[in-house]
């Protein structure tokens, strides 16, 4: 048996890591908290799918829809018309939000009120929103759902069209939360709706762009959530939406594999989920709902990459022609 000098005990010694009792008993705290806290959450789920949760009153609600002058965005504006709420109309295409407002007031809305706005561009963002607060007064629900496609594989899509997409369906996410969310935070009152998709939780062959702006997409809107519940600011709620593909014509071109699985939605359908899922204060919404076991599988790490890259739906190589496809 070899002698073990002195010199190597102190070193020993000196390399062993004492950890104090207060820091065992911290985790073993905190561990047990988390298995509680979810334990509750689960046994909350439960609850809330058998017993459907209380509905609140959007009336007199200062509604702000990014995107109106069509598709999700004019249907939703339709659904809160008939809650009499306010409508805040945003969108690049006059016409199209003219004929929101018009629709909108056949559902009964009393106030509705338009405005240009490239959300693209963070100035035009801070200027627009500076004229609602002046003419129509501060925005209690936001609903951030403006959003394009390009269609085109990465190194096909151009340069401009890559930055147009993140400029829309992300930035534009942080210029409205920063013009808007300082009235909310007074008051302790208000909703943050953001329209994202299932390509934010799920990556998609041919559509590199789009799925990284909706992936910062939901981050941002969860992570400004959390900071919201971290200081206290518990009255401002937060919904992400995140819906499979819906006929509005934004992906005309797709097909799905597996129509029964994953159907191509139906735009009525969708708005009327989302106007509920805002209602019951939901804060993740899934369509369809076996999003919820896809999501889950890949976060569980039981399903592959590879098993991805031809997810059901078949893209042509560019969507709805050469431009890119303004608004959800």
């Not at 004229?131 to 959003?147: F, M, P, T, Y």
């Not at 519940?229 to 071109?253: E, R, S």
């Not at 735009?267 to 019951?280: F, M, N, P, R």
């Amino acid at each position: 048996m070899l002698p073990v000098s002195e010199k190597t005990l102190k070193s020993d010694s000196a390399s062993f890591n004492f950890v104090p009792p207060t820091a065992v008993m911290h985790f073993i705290l905190e561990t047990l908290q988390v298995i509680f806290l979810s334990f509750w959450y689960n046994l909350e789920s439960l609850f809330f799918f058998l017993v459907p949760r209380r509905k609140k009153s959007v009336a007199g609600e200062v509604v702000l829809i990014t995107g109106s002058g069509s598709g999700i965005g004019r249907l939703m504006a339709q659904e809160f018309a008939a809650l009499g709420a306010v409508l805040v109309l945003w969108d690049i295409n006059h016409e199209g939000m003219k004929e929101t407002a018009r629709l909108a007031k056949k559902e009964g809305a009393s106030r509705v009120h338009c405005y240009v706005c490239d959300c693209s561009d963070k100035a035009d963002v801070y200027k627009v929103a500076e004229q609602v607060k002046r003419e129509v007064g501060d925005v209690s629900i936001l609903v951030n759902n403006a959003g394009i496609v390009t269609g085109k594989k990465f190194m096909d899509a151009p340069d401009s069209l890559i930055e147009k997409t993140m400029e829309v369906n992300t930035m534009a996410h942080f210029w409205t939360y920063k013009a808007f969310l300082p009235a909310m935070i007074a008051n302790n009152h208000g909703h943050l709706v953001s329209i994202a998709s299932s390509a934010g939780l799920i990556g998609v062959n041919g559509l590199a762009d789009y799925c990284a702006s909706k992936f910062a997409a939901v981050g941002f809107a969860e992570s400004v959530g959390l900071e919201l519940l971290a200081t206290g600011k518990d009255g401002i709620k937060t919904t992400i939406v995140c819906p499979y593909f819906i006929n509005t014509g934004m992906f005309d071109g797709c097909q799905t594999k597996w129509p029964r699985l994953l159907p191509i939605l139906n735009a009525e359908d969708v708005a009327k989920k989302i106007i509920h899922a805002v209602l019951t204060d939901q804060v993740y919404l899934l369509l369809p709902r076996s999003m919820y076991t896809i999501t889950a599988l890949k976060n569980g790490g039981e399903v592959e990459l590879h098993g991805f890259v031809d997810l059901p739906v078949l893209f042509t190589d560019q969507l709805q022609g050469e431009g890119p496809v303004q608004n959800l």
